[in-house]
């Protein structure tokens, strides 16, 4: 069970961003500003998370899995929510908020997996 509360914050701005995207996506025919502020908050959550990630390591607490899957992890997440907000600012259509509600749902799994490996936690 991971009880980092890193990943607690995470997971209830993966959630916010999720339930914004779903409502927007019912309710509106273009990208709600709510939704893409949501998104705007997990990726700076994300930037946090890296800075104190490196922070952690540099100063002698090591990752139990790979290093070099950690930070690929980290990266490909941080391009998520990047991507999402381009995508719902030039398509300017309902499936939008469905594409940065989807990206929160990506980036839980990846912080997920994150965690994982820096705990050292058995995959099945």
Known sequence: MIVDGFFIAGAILCAVALILGVVATIIREYPDDFALVSVALLE???????V???????????????????????????LIPVLAFIWAVTDKSR?????????????????????QIWDGAITA
């Open 44 to 50: 700076v959550f994300l930037v946090v998370y890296g």
């Open 52 to 78: 104190s990630a490196a922070i952690r390591q540099a100063g002698g607490q090591s990752i139990a899995g790979e290093p070099w899957e950690f930070w690929g992890y980290f990266l490909t997440a941080l």
């Open 95 to 115: 499936w939008s908020n469905t594409v940065l509600a989807v990206s929160g749902v990506i980036v839980f799994v990846m912080l997920f997996r994150m965690e």
